[in-house]
Structures are given as structure tokens and as C-alpha cells.
């Protein structure tokens, strides 16, 4: 079991920055792949980024590429979500996911295959 607690979410005028963390229970956590997806009101959720357990490789959804940046500390069982020039069209409920990723090659995009997910963290970005 995994536990995921996000952090840092806000308020923030568009052009702002935040960082978000997830910090995870359990010893095993450097074995899971991390994820951050996000679902806005009416929208279903959608894939923002992720990191493979060992950090080697990070994937980034389209609309956020370049401008975020995703990063872990295995040493802390935390993942952070760099968020900068933020866009009104960020807002959302930001949900952190992990998944065993040992047996993995590749990262999934698809919310369906993360097994674990914490309780979501607010961002708000104004215009």
C-alpha cells in the first residue's frame, strides 16, 4: 500500500509560479513510478506528467511541456511538480499517482493503469 498526500496548491495570477509535492508512505517508494494528473469541473482527468522510479526518464503532457517540470526525492518519498507561466486554463484539482514500476518500460498516460492516488490539491489561476 501507498499512501500520497499532495501540498502546495493556491492561488495565483496568471505568469505565477507554484510547486506542488506529493509526499508517499511506505519503504517501497523509490520502486513506484509517479505521476501528477489533473481534472478541471466538468472535465475528465487528464495526464500532466510523470517520472519513472528511478528518475530516469519523465513524460509531460503537450499543453504543459516546457513550462513544467516534474522531479523526485527518493531519499524524502516526495515528488515535486514545478509549475511555471501559469495559464488560467492550469486550474484544476492536481492529483498525485503512483504505480509499481519495476515491470514497467514505459510510463502510462492512462489514468486507468495508476493503482494508487492521493486526495487532490487546488490550483487556482487568475487572469
Known amino acids: 500500500q501507498v499512501q500520497l498526500v499532495e501540498s502546495g496548491g493556491g492561488l495565483v495570477q496568471a505568469g505565477g509560479s507554484l510547486r506542488l509535492s506529493c509526499a508517499a508512505s511506505g519503504r517501497t517508494f523509490s520502486s513506484y513510478d509517479m505521476g501528477w494528473f489533473r481534472q478541471a469541473p466538468g472535465k475528465e482527468r487528464e495526464f500532466v506528467a510523470a517520472i519513472k522510479w528511478r528518475g530516469e526518464r519523465t513524460l509531460y503532457a503537450d499543453s504543459v511541456k516546457g513550462r513544467f517540470t516534474m522531479s523526485r526525492d527518493n531519499g524524502k518519498n516526495t515528488v515535486y511538480l514545478q509549475m511555471n507561466s501559469l495559464k488560467p486554463e492550469d486550474t484544476a484539482v492536481y492529483y498525485c499517482?503512483?504505480?509499481?514500476?519495476?515491470?514497467?518500460?514505459?510510463?502510462?498516460?492512462?489514468?486507468?493503469?495508476?493503482?494508487?492516488w492521493g486526495q487532490g490539491t487546488q490550483v487556482t489561476v487568475s487572469s
Open positions: 499517482a503512483a504505480v509499481l514500476g519495476q515491470t514497467r518500460g514505459g510510463i502510462s498516460t492512462t489514468k486507468y493503469e495508476w493503482s494508487y
